[in-house]
């Protein structure tokens, strides 16, 4: 075979010049399974799953001083004589999850702009219903442990985990019209922002005014540079990692800084779609001008303006959203996982104040949600301020409490907040994992029993043939 037209099947087939055949096609082959199962929204939920049951056998495991040594490995960094150091669970807890903060914030920010959060009449119901489904557990947990000991965990059954729940809900398949899963997710992001406001303010320590005005200057920094027009996502890191450690040094969880900023992210795009064709069709007349084959330094400028275009019609919102969603969902949750849900169970260690803090978290995840949904959706449509959607009743809406019960990411986050005690935390953690893995259930079986399934197009057309039939 010629040189020429090797080259030519490489390029028809889009394979790089240096790749060896029969592993690239092993590659291809191994890749398709993947993306199918990256694709799928429930995979996070399930992976998170399987790490969690990973961290519960390994910390009850002949082996579980080694996870506790694993997470209290120290981590820092040290310049003459200056050393910064925390342990590993705190890097992952402190450092890691401000990245999934930043995506929550960057999923609120698009929420609001151009989601179900975007008109008032569309976002009264979730905003109701969310609100309905953080107060209700709040306060079943406050009435179970309410003494002053334990009270600190009342925000722990407020949360939403929104990867198990899209998990639960696309098991059911067809029996979830997709409005359930448009009210589901604007429920979530409502969740996670009420979630956000609550450590900002009770679950930070005494504030220090000066790490305040680092982190505010920081944010200003990020405003200026929007205003002069820079679009390089790498040059935001320095004063985004400078708007962190104020917050660190104020006494404010830094995961609110990867919110804030988030919020702060440009949700418009520079160019329009007519932009880019017109752009398009500039840069294919300019290389029809050079002629085939065209000098690489001839074709970079051209290229450099096409792919400017390309990145530069989509939003700073949505391509953040798109780069660091796979990494949140596959990498930094399911590390967070492994390094939170990791509950020895001895039951010694579950006294009266422990059993207390696990009953508030379950009772107020597994009941308070369902009931505090389904309650304020009723008082909503009731009033008139919001409205079911078409094709969403009284069924729906009790799946739709009962799968936000699963609150696992967010909850086991604020629970490491909320206790500093040893056997406390880690009857919080349990009564987390209990309710999540009860609401799954739950959920799912009222799913299939009350929730029928939609007919495809396929059915709907021979159920419609058939009614003809006995018609005629």
Not at 193 to 215: K, M, P, T
Not at 330 to 335: A, D, I, L, S, T
Not at 339 to 365: E, H, K, Q, S, Y
Request: aromatic share 6%; net charge neutral; glycine share 10%.
């Amino acid at each position: 075979m010629s040189t020429t037209k090797r080259e030519q099947r490489r390029v028809r087939r889009r394979v790089p010049p240096e790749a060896w055949g029969p592993l690239q096609a092993l590659a291809r082959r191994a890749r398709g399974p993947l993306d199918r199962f990256l694709e799928i929204e429930a995979a996070s939920g399930m992976l998170l799953v399987a790490v969690a049951i990973v961290a519960v056998v390994w910390a009850n495991s002949p082996w579980r001083e080694a996870y506790v040594a694993l997470w209290d490995t120290p981590v820092g960094l040290r310049v003459g004589s200056f050393t910064f150091e925390r342990s590993l669970q705190w890097f992952v807890n402190d450092v890691l999850m401000v990245v999934f903060f930043f995506v929550v914030g960057l999923e609120i920010r698009r929420e609001i702009h151009e989601g179900e959060l975007s008109e008032w009449r569309r976002a009264a119901l979730p905003v109701i219903a969310a609100m309905g489904g953080m107060v209700v557990p709040a306060l079943i947990y406050v009435a179970i442990a309410g003494a002053p000991s334990t009270v600190s965990g009342w925000g722990v059954p407020m949360a939403t985990d929104i990867a198990f729940a899209v998990g639960i809900l696309s098991i059911l398949g067809t029996r979830v019209p997709p409005a359930l899963r448009v009210l589901l997710l604007a429920l979530a992001v409502i969740d996670d922002l009420g979630a956000i406001l609550v450590i900002a303010v009770f679950y930070s320590g005494g504030v220090v005014w000066a790490g305040i005005g680092v982190a505010l200057a920081s944010l200003g920094a990020i405003v200026v540079m929007q205003r002069a027009g820079v679009r390089a996502s790498l040059a935001y890191v320095p004063p985004a990692a400078v708007a962190w450690a104020g917050t660190y040094a104020a006494g404010v969880h830094p995961t609110v800084a990867g919110v804030v900023v988030g919020l702060m992210t440009p949700v418009q795009a520079w160019l329009r779609p007519s932009d880019l064709r017109r752009e398009a069709s500039r840069v294919l007349d300019r290389l029809r001008t050079l002629g085939f084959p065209a000098a690489p330094q001839d074709l970079a400028a051209p290229v450099h303006d096409l792919m400017h275009a390309v990145v530069e019609v989509r939003s700073p919102v949505a391509r953040h959203v798109e780069a660091l969603h796979p990494w949140v969902a596959y990498g930094v949750m399911p590390v967070f996982a492994l390094a939170n849900a990791g509950v020895a169970i001895d039951p010694g260690d579950f006294g009266g104040a422990a059993v207390r803090v696990a009953a508030g978290i379950a009772v107020g995840l597994a009941v308070g949600k369902p009931v505090g949904v389904a309650l304020a959706c009723a008082l909503a449509t009731k009033v008139g301020v919001g409205r079911l959607p078409a094709g969403i009743g009284a069924p729906e809406v009790l799946v739709l409490g009962t799968v936000a019960g699963v609150g696992f990411t967010m909850s086991l986050f604020i629970a490491q907040l909320a206790f500093t005690d040893a056997h406390l935390l880690a009857a919080a953690k349990l009564g987390v994992l209990g309710a999540s893995v009860v609401a799954a259930l739950v959920g799912l079986g009222l799913g299939w029993a009350m929730l029928a399934p939609m007919p495809t197009a396929g059915a709907a057309l021979t159920a419609n043939e058939a009614e003809q039939s006995t018609d005629a």
